[in-house]
């Protein structure tokens, strides 16, 4: 299996532009996350996911960020307007979903907002 | 919020040395677990341990589980320049019906050959 893919690898954008970060998850996985990772704050468990429903939103920053699961395989993190302190690595990782197991984690997509 | 708090933040070593790093959490756990994370790439498993385990070993790997103080220590065995990383630890909370985990801060262990 080629492991959790995330696209765009690098993305660089201006403030007020919209965002979109993809994921793939490993096949069979049922639990999807997502992650943002930032010097000052770490890593930060934004949404979760299992067999395509948002179980757990509440680290989501505010109304700007929405995400999706419209199916098994793919993901949608988007910012919309994004600003300059939404600017960090953001990780998408997944799970078998079985309960209390190790996530498998994607190389993630360095955002900078300018 | 940050579950785990790593000890120490930065760690730098001499090849053939041992690396201990710690964590301390708040609340109470279903289990641990410590992920390795290499610059500019993502997070990668290492080892879980559960809440009734107190010890596990995985290679080079050591860790250790206290509950009643609430940490957990992992140590590094003849440590490798390619050891080189950052070090996470993470917990599930107890009653936890899902996977969440949540990350501290990390230690930042450099390995000199």
């Known amino acids: 299996d080629a492991g959790v893919i995330q696209s765009p690898r690098h993305e660089v954008t201006e403030m007020g532009q919209e965002v979109t970060l993809r994921c793939k998850p490993i096949?069979?996985?049922?639990?999807l996350f997502w992650y943002r990772q930032t010097m000052m704050r770490g890593l930060e468990l934004l949404i979760y996911?299992?067999?395509?429903?948002?179980?757990?939103d509440s680290g989501m920053p505010e109304d700007r960020f929405s995400a999706k699961m419209p199916n098994a395989s793919f993901s949608t993190l988007k910012i919309q307007p994004s600003e300059p302190r939404d600017s960090a690595v953001y990780f998408c990782?997944?799970?078998?979903?079985?309960?209390?197991?190790?996530?498998?984690f994607g190389s993630g997509t360095q955002l900078s907002v300018l | 919020s940050q579950q785990g708090e790593e000890d120490p933040q930065a760690l730098s070593i001499q090849e053939g040395e041992n690396a201990t790093m710690n964590c301390s959490y708040k609340?109470?756990?279903?289990?641990l677990q410590w992920y390795r994370q290499n610059s500019g790439r993502g997070l990668v498993h290492l080892i879980l341990?559960?809440?009734?385990?107190r010890e596990k070993h995985s290679g080079r790997l050591r860790v250790t589980l206290d509950t009643s103080k609430k940490s957990s220590s992992l140590l590094i065995t003849a440590s490798r320049a390619a050891d080189t990383a950052s070090y996470f630890c993470?917990?599930?909370?107890?009653?936890?019906?899902?996977?969440?985990?949540?990350f501290g801060g990390g230690t930042r262990l450099m390995v000199k050959p």
């Open positions: 990782a997944s799970s078998t979903g079985t309960g209390h197991e190790k996530l498998f």
């Open positions: 096949s069979g996985h049922n639990s």
């Open positions: 996911f299992n067999n395509n429903v948002p179980i757990d």
């Open positions: 609340t109470s756990i279903n289990n």
């Open positions: 341990i559960r809440s009734n385990e």
């Open positions: 993470a917990t599930e909370a107890f009653l936890n019906a899902g996977n969440m985990l949540t």
